[in-house]
């Protein structure tokens, strides 16, 4: 919504507003007027008044209409890329599809769609105040790879998305943005002082991460197969992350701490088992309620127990998400400073931000590149603190010229 809400009014049935005391009426991208009360109205009341705080002038998008339309075009890319695509990164983009550009400018024509356009989609997303000026400037560049998509396919013309390549990026301190803070990696005192609030498999699961630099996406999708147990130096082979496009398969060398935390939770299992699972969990905290427990176990509940292991509820899956992993950490700070400790807020990417800082310190930058999967240095050294403590192991060890016994 704008921070300015222009009047929004009823006149024989259709909807106008009023700018400076007159009526202009609210039509959709076609030309026809809106009736009061429907979501095309509301839409165009949206996209007026953005457009109005945008563009003093008043500017309208042209009103003819071609075959094919902004949302028509959205949809395809959508379905190009699904499965294509990561899915955080086809999370984002259905995100800004449908909250922003298809709400805003969907019955527009894809040729049509200008740099005005584009701007007013990019005041939305400022003003909602959900992303900040790094992640604006990727949002736009995701939408303009919308429209490269549309020429390549021809669903527009080239020129529709070459022109809104000239839009400049929003620059630092550009009015209403705001700058994200980098992620720090957490400690190692605090993940020890987390793990005797979490479930073994969970403790595991944060041990073994720390140990490889492992993103969580890639510790709960760990299979049984994944893990090559044939060599000296036990690997895990990722087929599926979130850099397959640029670096292909992945290999994530086992340490030897790593590995006699993984061997247990392979014994048993078919290789497409998840290494750690959530009913592995469930199961351990319900043998932890039967060791408090100070009245016997009935038959019955024995009884079901058994049904339950052999028919697991539908609400627990076989692999741990991204979003329950973190919440399961969330759970066990509560838990924790429930009872006196004061174990500060993390989650599971400061986990691998520590590995990636531990790394630097040990002046192997390039290692911890590869063990991230990362393309180059430069991503490793955005990873909290890595650059800075490179820094300072220079600044102490650097050679003073200037010193007496310098040759």
Not at 51 to 79: H, M, W
Not at 189 to 199: S, W
Not at 201 to 208: A, E, F, R
Not at 361 to 376: C, F, N, P, Q, V
């Amino acid at each position: 919504m704008p921070k300015k809400n222009y009047p929004y009014n009823n006149r024989k049935g259709y909807a106008y507003i009023y700018v400076d005391r007159k009526p202009v009426a609210l039509k959709t991208l076609d030309g026809s007027r809106c009736k009061t009360g429907t979501p095309e109205a509301l839409t165009a009341y949206h996209r007026f008044s953005i457009e109005l705080q945008s563009n003093p002038n008043g500017y309208i998008p042209p009103t003819c209409k071609p075959d094919v339309t902004v949302r028509e075009l959205a949809a395809a890319f959508l379905d190009h890329k699904k499965g294509r695509m990561d899915e955080p990164t086809f999370g984002v983009f259905t995100v800004i599809i449908v909250e922003f550009l298809a709400e805003l400018y969907g019955d527009t024509p894809a040729d049509r769609f200008t740099t005005t356009c584009l701007d007013t989609v990019r005041q939305a997303m400022k003003q909602s105040k959900r992303f900040n000026r790094s992640v604006l400037n990727r949002n736009t560049r995701r939408i303009i790879s919308i429209f490269k998509f549309g020429g390549w396919k021809e669903l527009c013309t080239e020129s529709a998305w070459q022109r809104l390549t000239v839009i400049p990026p929003y620059k630092k301190g550009e009015p209403g943005t705001f700058e994200g803070t980098k992620r720090k990696p957490v400690a190692d005192d605090v993940l020890i002082r987390t793990l005797p609030y979490l479930p073994p498999t969970l403790q595991s699961m944060v041990k073994v991460q720390r140990l490889v630099g492992a993103r969580p996406s890639e510790i709960c999708n760990l299979t049984v197969g994944a893990v090559n147990q044939s060599g000296e130096v036990w690997e895990i082979l990722l087929t599926e992350h979130k850099t397959k496009a640029h670096v292909g398969e992945r290999i994530i060398k086992l340490r030897p701490e790593a590995r006699e935390i993984i061997a247990p939770y392979l014994i048993g299992k078919n290789p497409g088992d998840a290494v750690f699972s959530p009913r592995t969990t469930m199961e351990e905290r319900n043998a932890e309620k039967r060791t408090k427990c100070k009245s016997k176990v009935t038959s019955s509940q024995a009884e079901r127990d058994r049904q339950r292991a052999a028919n697991p509820r539908s609400g627990i899956g076989k692999f741990y998400t991204a979003k329950t992993y973190y919440r399961a950490i969330q759970h066990a700070i509560k838990k924790a400073n429930k009872v006196g400790e004061s174990i500060p807020h993390w989650f599971p990417y400061m986990n691998r931000h520590a590995t990636a800082t531990a790394d630097a310190m040990e002046s192997i930058l390039k290692l911890a590149m590869e063990r991230l999967g990362h393309t180059d240095t430069k991503m490793t050294e955005n990873y909290a603190q890595v650059k800075n403590v490179l820094e300072n192991m220079l600044a102490m060890t650097q050679n003073n010229p200037f010193a007496k016994d310098a040759g």
